[in-house]
Every structure is written in structure tokens, then in C-alpha cells.
């Protein structure tokens, strides 16, 4: 299976009732995950936004960090995060992400079921 970028489905949204909205580029769909997942995608979080905090129950979701800084809530504990960081979240753990910085923050979100 091989998917062109320009074939790929984008929006802004806001994202767990976070701030503002971010830049969201699925790069495959639930079928292209082959039933292992549901998301995978490319996201970019602009200064002053972020995804709200939420919990992920029977999946994981990890966050591969390309580019940029952003505040990492880690089940309670904000952590800061910069481009090569991996974050993982899952079994019942609540994360979220803010950009409090002045550069757009890019990453790579996968959820995987469990």
C-alpha cells in the first residue's frame, strides 16, 4: 500500500477541547492500520495552542516529536518535550500537549489498540 501526501486527508481542528486549533494530515486511514489502530497522523500545533488532556482506555497513543518545544502533560506531571522525543500514553493515563513556545510544533500521533 502506498499513499501520496496530496491524497491525504487534512483539517484544522480543535483538538480535546484544547486551545485554538491545530493542522491535522491523517497519513492513512483505520484500514490502512490493518485493524491495529486507529489514527495515525501528522500534526502541527501553533504557538498558544494545544491538545486538551485526555485519557486513552484499550489503545496507546505515542507522539514522535519533529519539530519545535511544547509542555507534555504526562498523566499529571508536565514534562517539556523537544524535536527526537517519543511520548506514550495508555491504559487508562491522561496526556495532553501545549505549544507555549513561538514556532510551530510538528509531530507524528499514532494510536495503536491494545
Excluded: W
Aim: hydrophobic share 30%; charged share 25%.
Amino acid at each position: 500500500m502506498m499513499t501520496r501526501s496530496e491524497d491525504c486527508n487534512a483539517l484544522d481542528l480543535c483538538i480535546q477541547k484544547g486551545k485554538g486549533t491545530c493542522h491535522v494530515k491523517h497519513l492513512t486511514d483505520k484500514e490502512g492500520l490493518y485493524g491495529h489502530g486507529r489514527m495515525f497522523a501528522h500534526v502541527t500545533v501553533a504557538p498558544g495552542c494545544s491538545i486538551g488532556d485526555h485519557p486513552h482506555n484499550g489503545e496507546t497513543e505515542f507522539y514522535y516529536i519533529l519539530k519545535g518545544e511544547a509542555v507534555f502533560n504526562d498523566n499529571g506531571t508536565e514534562k517539556m518535550v523537544r524535536a527526537g522525543d517519543i511520548c506514550a500514553t495508555g491504559y487508562g493515563e491522561v496526556h495532553g500537549l501545549e505549544n507555549k513556545g513561538t514556532e510551530d510544533v510538528e509531530l507524528i500521533a499514532l494510536i495503536v489498540m491494545e
